[in-house]
Nanobody, 115 residues
Framework: QVLLAESGGDLVQPGGSLRLSCAAS????????VGWYRQGPGNQREFVAM???????NYADSVKGRFTIFRDNAGHTVYLQMNSLKPEDTAVYYC?????????WGQGTQVTVSS
């Protein structure tokens, strides 16, 4: 079991930046992968970015070159650095951890990109 808490969502203007955090109740450094997903108004939840235990990362085409996923050395927090934000990035962002115990989700954090 692992509890996840996302934070860092906010209202930001187009072109701005935000850093989202996903804080885990225990170390997740040995998890198979940690990912960020998002769900915009009227849309299904979609993949944004992920980092595997090996450090391999992968991104949705829509965010490549603008978003970066990384983790802290202690293994309790994974971040999503979001730059050059666009209105279409507006969504609730969720953290997901997949490990031997299963798949876990946080409650989400709202990101709104608007002028």
């Amino acid at each position: 079991q692992v509890l996840l808490a996302e934070s860092g969502g906010d209202l930001v203007q187009p072109g701005g930046s935000l850093r989202l955090s996903c804080a885990a109740s225990r170390s997740i450094s040995s998890s198979y992968r940690v990912g960020w997903y998002r769900q915009g108004p009227g849309n299904q939840r979609e993949f944004v970015a992920m980092i595997e235990r090996s450090g391999y990362t992968n991104y949705a085409d829509s965010v490549k070159g603008r978003f970066t996923i990384f983790r802290d050395n202690a293994g309790h927090t994974v971040y999503l650095q979001m730059n050059s934000l666009k209105p279409e990035d507006t969504a609730v962002y969720y953290c997901n951890v997949v490990d031997l115990g299963g798949s876990y989700w946080g409650q989400g954090t709202q990101v709104t990109v608007s002028s």
